[in-house]
């Protein structure tokens, strides 16, 4: 069963891209300054109250009740000026390629019987198509079915038939339904009611460009089994209880494309699904071809979810905001997710009819990513790597799960209620942590918590990384800013930790310490400051905006809770140089480096 909180509000306070320069005594220098989060739609899964914070928290996502259905008038007609089709009763037959236009009411069906290479384009222009025996559009054959929603019309094409309980295979199974490849285009609306099962479905690939899609279903609201590639447009997917944009294949077709494939290229899309919001079967690409076509993609799911009913949800079932069982990656665009299982999730393992199996990795390149999720928020069975990006995890279990996490670059804040990163054991390899460059910043929340927990090494050649224990003004000896089951070492970077760490790294000797004595716990056991001791002083380290200066290093930062203890690793430190941490703008500490390795008394 999932474990479910109501989770503190993290105010996340960015750090600036940090210049790492190298002075002229060979050490890299350290010069970040406070910024606030970046404007954008991420902003908008954040509480208005900044005193407690919940995955239930809002997210602007409308709802299948709030999209109203278009009405049309007036008598249907199909007219074409190069096709061909035939009418009997209310099914008009398309059986050649050309240009159709559709415009008003018919309770009935357009069936397309194309030839092979044949392109057939359906326009709609104040259309509204209901069914209630099969599918109100249907594609049997032709090379690509192309439905238009011309410019300032509103259509609607609902499919009238009962919820799905046995297979059929004589009937359509979505309110749009092709056998063939499937492009939905246009500057006009188009809105889609899948009453039978799914809301759009194709058996071969599905391209969406341009037009405003509304699409609902009682299972998956859009569906292409082959590919799905989204251009851009607005987009609502919502899904009464399925998935909300779903691929179902993974072999390589005859022209050597691997499917399973979701690209998302540009657009504004909104996904509301009982169960997984985006689910490949086997990669998901984010992407921003253009700048002038912003990507935007807000999701929930699970019991985020407007359809989430709890005499029927099935626990057991994946609702994930963005899940691959192959690959995601991530290069560009705004995205908002708050789900009750993984916000982001790739497998490991899973066999594909291509011969392959899934290699269970996450790939951050750039990109605004928000996070609420009741489970993890970035999670890969095998490897996420972080080379870029905004990152901003303000609720999870664990913020960053996988068995390696490397992290080269970007910058990640993140709140979690058990450990805020975790590299515990997905695959038969040895976990790691490995940074090399950019801004990790991790909180969690009381009891036993670690800021970075890696059930294998740590390793830091670089970046910036700020971990907390858990909260306290003591802590916990076992709860630390680092807990590592093997090697730890730091040759390079600035590595911060308040309420200490398990284990004490082995250093380079670039890399220069500075610490507080430690505090009192009886003598409970912990390395790096924690080893207690009757005598030992005692330090509070209040929430507020944190700075350190001195020489080579300048570093800001917020705590939004009390700690105990303070530990710096860096290699921007210097001998005979003196640092100053100070909150709000007075002083906390203050210290000369006059050796590798220096304790703090406490003034």
Not at 505 to 528: F, I, M, Y
Request: aromatic share 6%; proline share 2%; net charge negative.
């Amino acid at each position: 069963m999932k474990r479910k909180y109501f989770l503190p509000l993290l105010l996340i306070v960015g750090l600036a891209a940090c210049n790492n320069g190298v002075s002229d005594q060979g050490h890299s220098a350290v010069d970040t300054s406070i910024n606030s989060m970046p404007t954008s739609e991420s902003s908008s899964i954040f509480s208005d109250d900044t005193s407690a914070y919940s995955y239930y928290s809002s997210v602007s996502v409308p709802t299948a009740s709030e999209i109203e259905e278009p009405v049309n008038t007036g008598d249907f007609s199909l007219t074409t000026s190069d096709g061909a089709f035939s009418k009997e009763n209310n099914i008009y037959t398309i059986t050649k390629a050309g240009i159709y236009t559709a415009q008003g009411v018919l309770e009935g069906q357009i069936l397309i019987k194309a030839g092979d290479d044949d392109v057939v384009e359906l326009h709609l222009n104040g259309a509204t198509i209901t069914y209630d025996k099969d599918s109100p559009i249907k594609a049997l054959s032709g090379d690509k079915l192309e439905v238009s929603a011309k410019s300032g019309s509103k259509n609607l094409v609902k499919d009238l038939r009962s919820v799905k309980v046995t297979d059929d295979e004589t009937v359509g199974e979505g309110a749009i339904n092709a056998k063939i490849d499937l492009k939905l285009k246009g500057s006009g609306t188009l809105v889609v009611v899948g009453s039978y099962n799914n809301g759009v479905h194709t058996s071969d690939d599905l391209t969406i460009q341009n037009l405003t899609l509304q699409a609902t279903a009682a299972n998956n609201a859009l569906k292409g089994n082959d590919t799905i590639t989204i251009k851009s447009g607005t987009i609502y997917a919502n899904s009464v209880n399925g998935q909300g944009i779903k691929t179902k294949n993974t072999n390589v077709s005859s022209k050597g494309n691997q499917r399973g494939i979701i690209e998302i290229n540009g657009g504004t899309i909104y996904v509301d699904s009982l169960y997984d919001g985006i689910e490949a079967s086997y990669n998901v690409v984010i992407n921003q071809s253009d700048d002038t076509v912003p990507t935007n993609i807000t999701i929930k799911s699970g019991s985020k979810s407007s359809y989430y009913n709890r005499t029927s949800f099935d626990t057991t079932a994946s609702a994930k905001g963005i899940k691959a069982d192959n690959e995601i990656t991530i290069n560009k665009g705004t995205i908002v997710i708050s789900a009750s299982d993984d916000a982001i999730h790739a497998n490991y393992g899973d066999a594909f009819d291509n011969g392959g199996t899934g290699i269970g990795n996450i790939t951050i390149n750039g990109g605004s990513i928000s996070i609420a999720s009741g489970d993890d928020g970035l999670h890969a069975d095998n490897t996420l790597d972080i080379k870029g990006g905004y990152i901003v995890v303000t609720g999870a279990t664990e913020g960053f799960e996988a068995n390696h996490i490397k992290i080269s670059g970007g910058e990640s804040h993140i709140y979690g209620t058990d450990d805020g990163v975790n590299a515990s054991k997905k695959i038969n390899e040895t976990p790691s942590v490995i940074v090399s460059g950019g801004i990790l910043d991790v909180s969690v929340s009381s009891g036993d918590t670690d800021g970075i927990d890696s059930n294998g090494n740590y390793e830091q050649t670089g970046g910036i990384v700020i971990s907390r224990g858990s909260q306290g003004s003591r802590g916990s000896g076992m709860s630390t800013g680092l807990d590592c089951d093997g090697t730890a070492s730091i040759s390079g970077g600035t590595f911060i930790a308040f309420n200490g760490m398990e284990k004490t790294p082995s250093v380079t000797s670039s890399v220069l310490k500075a610490a507080t004595q430690s505090n009192s716990q009886g003598g409970g056991p912990g390395g790096g400051g924690f080893p207690g001791g009757r005598n030992a002083t005692t330090y509070t380290f209040q929430a507020g905006n944190y700075t350190i200066s001195g020489a080579d290093l300048h570093l800001s930062f917020t705590n939004n809770y009390v700690y105990g203890s303070f530990i710096i690793y860096s290699s921007a430190l210097l001998l005979n140089n003196e640092y100053t941490l100070a909150v709000n703008g007075s002083k906390v500490l203050s210290w000369t480096q006059t050796s590798a390795s220096v304790t703090i008394a406490k003034s």
